[in-house]
Nanobody, 122 residues
């Protein structure tokens, strides 16, 4: 059974930074694509960033240039460095794993973490 556990969320002010982590267990992430999604209250879950198995990254337009995704296969962990946070980034952030080519829809991912709350005050 694959388990993903996110951490690193919190309450910050606009302009601050946070680094989210997602630790995987039950399988190696080295042969899988990983992604970050987020869901704000009363909104659908949306794609944030994907890190494919060779470390190539893709970002949504809303976070490109501010967020950086990375992975450490030896630690079986992926990260999301979030800089220049704005109130619109407030959401629960989830990591997810899939085997296959990179996709950007939640339905394409096989396993999910429980999420970590990020709140950005103005």
């Amino acid at each position: 059974q694959v388990q993903l556990v996110e951490s690193g969320g919190g309450l910050v002010q606009a302009g601050d930074s946070l680094r989210l982590s997602c630790a995987a267990s039950g399988r190696s992430i080295s042969t899988a694509d990983m992604a970050w999604f987020r869901q704000a209250p009363e909104k659908e879950r949306e794609f944030v960033a994907a890190i494919n198995l060779v470390g190539r990254t893709v970002y949504s337009t809303s976070v490109k240039g501010r967020f950086t995704g990375s992975r450490d296969n030896a630690k079986n962990t992926v990260y999301l460095q979030m800089n220049s946070l704005i109130p619109e980034d407030t959401a629960v952030y989830y990591c997810a794993i899939r085997v296959g080519s990179t996709r950007y829809e939640p339905r394409d991912y096989d396993y999910w973490g429980q999420g970590t709350q990020v709140t950005v005050s103005s």
